[in-house]
């Protein structure tokens, strides 16, 4: 069974800096593109940025520069460097593996970026 477990939400200020870090068991971790998403409250779900197996990434605009995914595959884990932290980055992060026919979300976690 594949667990997608995040970690390394909390309360930060602006401009602070946070890394989270997702690790997925119960596969094997390198053949799956990797995803960051979150949910703010009353807003739908949004891509933050991707990982492909290779190492390619893709970021939204709105962290460009300031969010840094990565990946160590021998950790089963993928990362996610946030720096720069506004208060419009407050949210519900969430983790995703992608196979193309299997796709796997983990529960969240919560960053709040407050004064």
């Known amino acids: 069974q594949v667990q997608v477990v995040e970690s390394g939400g909390g309360l930060v200020q602006p401009g602070g800096s946070l890394r989270l870090s997702c690790t997925v068991s119960g596969s094997i971790f390198s053949m799956y593109a990797m995803g960051w998403y979150r949910q703010a409250p009353g807003k739908q779900r949004e891509l933050v940025a991707t990982?492909?197996?290779?190492?390619?990434?893709i970021y939204a605009d709105s962290v460009k520069g300031r969010f840094t995914i990565s990946r160590d595959n021998a950790k089963n884990t993928v990362y996610l460097q946030m720096n720069s932290l506004k208060p419009e980055d407050t949210a519900v992060y969430y983790c995703n593996a992608d196979r193309v026919t299997l796709n796997y979300w983990g529960k969240g976690t919560l960053v709040t970026v407050s004064s």
């Open positions: 990982i492909t197996r290779g190492g390619s990434t």
